[in-house]
């Protein structure tokens, strides 16, 4: 047996005590900075949410038989989308400075949609790419059901009252870390300008608000537009000086600024109206599968809300606004599929992340730039011009900002216990799952072109198949499951978990910031009151 730890003395170090909300903030969810501050700021958090807008079409369009113009046409419909849906979401649902834009989680299902065989008979490439949006027109149309009566109706609630410190610390952590896919292989598509741009964000960000004095607050809170203009200008650069010519197709596509193909393409100005590509075509199947996605994005925005309450300094949401979050989550997948969008909508991670950067977390900066992707979205050349910006400058931007959000998840350790076995075998397990199950599920699509389910129900394998390709969806639900089940009824189990820190932000009135931050506009709170 051990012998037993000597006293602590009164000069031994003490531990950091736990902030319930983030400290350092220039301006929170409440304070709005000067108007011209503002207006830059959301012109940034527009530059940010681009990266995504713009990725997500350019790999899948080519596939459905579109052109440059359907391209373009499809990114401003997604821009025009995402503002509405922004300035619904901080307005009505969980009042939260989330941007929401398009998601990877949709992408699996669109894609499967696309390879479904009755598109094969239609030999018109453009009108091929009609007939799969229409077909995930009415999938989103159907699965958006799920996230509306799941959160207009308190249900989401029940579940997120059992959440705790230790179960959100996986969840949170594995939205930001589970995408570093996107991160750094995205800049070696063309090493010689994401690399400089991923350092030039940092030196500008993080290392010459030291050096240069008087400049910290400009070089911390515009590091993304100075980094992007500066690599984007070396880009060009090495563009017109020929550096690529002669090159493979994806390096000139990777490096090169002039091969987006969005500003010759795209129009003037176009207003997206709902079912522009035609009436929505509905499948059984294919509406399951959506849903299936649907409820992965429930999940993974739960713990981006969280994310985005604290880099706002913000107090926990209360269950009950996160569920009003998800209701209207549920509406923007239903504006996505009146529109034809393509995919569904979700909290933007890398938004999430810039608020941490820039220490300002004001809703009215967001509301800002929902108002640029709208401006933007219907003035299309003008959209187009910053759309056109190479994808290895965007994944320079994802390597800070999900690394931001992941480190967020693991701030609410701050309010456990990490001497407790309980607690480090969650932690870790939950963890160590969420990472290796999805590995093995896209290692296996990737090698055979199918997930490991794989049977003669396209549907079902889907349903199978996305959710365990999610480490966030994964890790969040081990975790949930372990924490709430395992040795709950032991008393001390309560404080190792953290849930006593929680306590008073689970009922609307428990804490007197609840209302400040979380409460409706325009007295709507008395006609719509929390439970």
């Avoid at 209360?318 to 599929?337: K, Y």
């Avoid at 959209?383 to 390597?399: D, K, Q, Y």
Wanted: glycine share 10%; aromatic share 12%.
């Amino acid at each position: 047996m051990s012998a037993p730890a000597p006293k602590a003395a009164s000069s031994d170090p003490l531990p950091h005590p736990p902030k319930e909300q983030l400290p350092d903030i220039s301006y929170c969810i409440t304070s709005p900075p000067p108007w011209p501050e503002a207006i830059l700021l959301g012109f940034q958090h527009y530059l940010v949410m681009l990266g995504t807008t713009v990725l997500i079409p350019s790999a899948l369009v080519p596939q459905m038989g579109g052109r440059n113009e359907e391209k373009a046409k499809l990114i401003q419909t997604i821009l025009f989308v995402a503002g509405i849906n922004t300035l619904l979401q901080t307005v009505f649902g969980t009042r939260l400075p989330a941007v929401i834009g398009a998601s990877y989680t949709f992408v699996p299902v669109t894609i499967s949609i696309m390879l479904s065989g009755r598109f094969n008979d239609v030999a018109d490439p453009v009108d091929r790419f009609t007939r799969i949006i229409r077909a995930t027109q009415g999938a989103l149309i159907v699965a958006s059901t799920l996230q509306i009566i799941l959160g207009f109706s308190g249900l989401w609630r029940n579940v997120v009252r059992f959440l705790s410190p230790l179960s959100a610390a996986p969840l949170v952590g594995l939205v930001g870390f589970g995408l570093y896919e996107l991160g750094f292989p995205g800049v070696a598509n063309c090493i010689e300008i994401g690399l400089p741009g991923l350092i030039i964000l940092i030196l500008i960000s993080h290392y010459m608000p030291h050096v240069v004095k008087g400049g910290k607050h400009v070089f911390a809170r515009y590091a993304v537009i100075f980094s992007v203009a500066i690599v984007w200008l070396y880009a060009f650069f090495l563009t017109i000086g020929g550096a690529y010519n002669g090159d493979k197709t994806d390096t000139q596509r990777s490096c090169r600024t002039d091969r987006a193909g969005l500003i010759g393409a795209a129009p003037w100005i176009r207003v997206p109206w709902p079912f522009q590509w035609g009436s929505p075509i509905f499948d059984a199947g294919e509406a399951f599968a959506m849903m299936m996605a649907s409820f992965v994005a429930l999940v993974e925005s739960t713990g981006a809300f969280i994310a985005v309450s604290r880099y706002a300094s913000a107090t926990m949401p209360p269950p009950s606004v996160i569920s009003r979050g998800v209701g209207w989550q549920g509406v923007a997948i239903l504006i996505s599929g009146l529109f034809g969008t393509g995919i569904g909508s979700t909290v933007s991670v890398e938004n999430a992340g810039l608020l941490a950067l820039t220490k300002v977390g004001s809703r009215r900066v967001v509301q800002i730039s929902a108002g640029f992707m709208i401006f933007f979205s219907i003035l299309g050349k003008f959209g187009a011009v910053f759309a056109s910006i190479p994808a290895p400058i965007v994944a320079a931007l994802f390597c800070l900002f999900f690394a931001y959000v992941g480190a967020g998840g693991l701030s609410m350790l701050q309010y456990c216990n990490l001497n407790s076995f309980r607690t480090l075998f969650i932690l870790g397990f939950s963890i160590f799952l969420g990472l290796s199950i999805p590995q093995y599920f896209n290692e296996h699509t990737a090698i055979k072109g199918y997930g490991p389910v794989h049977t003669g129900a396209r549907w079902f394998n889907d349903m199978v198949n996305v959710p365990f390709s999610s480490k966030a969806f994964v890790g969040g639900c081990v975790a949930y499951l372990l924490d709430t089940t395992l040795h709950k009824k032991d008393g001390s189990i309560r404080k190792d978990r953290g849930k006593h820190w929680w306590d008073r932000f689970w009922t609307f009135k428990g804490d007197p910031r609840t209302e400040e931050f979380y409460a409706l506009p325009f007295n709507l709170h008395k006609y719509f009151p929390p439970a």
